[in-house]
């Protein structure tokens, strides 16, 4: 069955070889889906026949977004600490172990239930690729669950159980780094792609964070980094000496932090809604990009300091307050997001691109920042099926 998407007003493809700009913007477009693919697309008027048809109606159609980083796997709500924060205290990381507590008690239907909820809620609003977590086990047995169930939501799971020291072994935590980088990895690995580690100040130091990023890379995993989030610190050139796939948040960074992306293939990966729920500073996204370093936006998507499943709403605060046009938002939001977890089949319209398309209720992607809050997504293909 083949699927046709035309009366395409503005048709984003991500791909600078049809338009002027790095969108590669084609107008009065179409598109043509076969087994799940990208098949054709270019003109309205030249596209051929199809099985079955969706008519834009004028509107804008674009890469489904690629939420690189989010914790969707976890129990339990943290709604009096944000208002504890909204009131004026600090965000320090250590509600982690509220949440900690909560998911080693729920059980494997309510985990699951939790993260398909809010995938669901994610693709509704045009994410159709997803990154997963772990991080709130912080044993063998709960982190091996979440890895589990993370890898039910999506191919892209990611092991962190380097996500804080547990309370059990607060005195010990070199003793928990090799619990981590031996039976926990061991365990957990048949589920993950990725390796993570929160490289900061009351959670893991750059010793403790190399260790587990070189323990998951020796049984295949990919590292990633949770770096310079709450401080300066040696997170983001971690990541750049391994190779890391994206360096995430990228709050606080040197001259030198910059360069250091700015040359490698690590991405930025920024978390406004993070600084949105935290009232943290921004990271500057302008410094990014100026210095020729590769952007992605994600949700960060957790119970603690961004919850928040929406892609739209990190784009306008990107806009709004890290100093990135609204095109370097939406690309960093979706081909971005691709490049951090090393996908080149999402994030772009192109021939032989899987098929995750975004129909907005607006005629151009410049609604997405204009008109923050107001649910755009009119209707999502999500690998070449309407959802």
């Not at 210095?291 to 961004?306: E, H, I, K, M, Q």
């Amino acid at each position: 069955m083949s699927l046709l998407v035309d009366n395409i007003g503005e048709l984003v493809t991500n791909d600078p070889s049809y338009g002027d700009d790095p969108l590669g913007i084609l107008r009065d477009a179409a598109v043509v889906i076969e087994e799940r693919r990208v098949a054709w697309l270019g003109p309205g008027a030249e596209a051929p026949a199809a099985d079955d048809r969706v008519d834009a109606a004028g509107a804008a159609v674009l890469p489904g977004f690629v939420d690189s980083h989010s914790h969707v796997v976890f129990a339990g709500d943290r709604a009096a600490e944000f208002a504890a924060r909204m009131a004026g205290e600090p965000y320090t990381g250590g509600g982690i172990l509220t949440t900690v507590a909560a998911t080693r008690a729920a059980s494997d239907a309510e985990l699951r239930a939790t993260a398909g909820r809010l995938r669901a809620e994610a693709l509704r609003q045009g994410t159709t690729t997803l990154e997963v977590k772990s991080g709130y086990g912080l044993t063998i047995a709960d982190e091996t669950r979440s890895l589990r169930i993370a890898f039910e939501v999506t191919p892209e799971s990611t092991f962190l159980g380097a996500h804080l020291v547990p309370p059990e072994y607060a005195d010990r935590p070199d003793d928990y780094v090799e619990l981590v980088c031996g039976p926990m990895l061991t365990a957990a690995e048949p589920y993950a792609r990725w390796v993570d580690v929160f490289c900061e100040r009351g959670a893991f130091d750059a010793d403790q964070s190399e260790a587990v990023l070189r323990a998951g890379m020796a049984l295949g995993l990919a590292p990633r980094v949770h770096a310079n989030q709450l401080g300066p610190g040696a997170g983001v050139q971690l990541a750049v000496a391994l190779g890391a796939a994206s360096a995430d948040h990228c709050t606080h960074l040197s001259d030198q932090d910059i360069a250091a992306l700015a040359g490698s293939d690590t991405v930025a990966t920024l978390l406004p809604g993070v600084e949105f729920s935290t009232r943290s500073p921004y990271p500057d996204a302008r410094r990014l990009l100026d210095a020729g370093a590769t952007v992605a936006l994600a949700s960060d998507c957790n119970p603690g300091s961004s919850y928040t499943s929406s892609m739209p709403l990190c784009i306008a605060l990107a806009v709004r307050e890290m100093g990135m046009t609204a095109g370097e938002a939406l690309w960093s939001a979706t081909a971005g997001g691709a490049r951090a977890l090393r996908r080149d089949d999402v994030g772009t319209v192109r021939l032989g691109s899987r098929a995750d398309l975004v129909l907005l209720d607006a005629p151009s992607y410049l609604h997405l920042a204009y008109r923050p809050g107001v649910p755009l997504v009119r209707q999502v293909i999500h690998n070449g099926v309407l959802m």
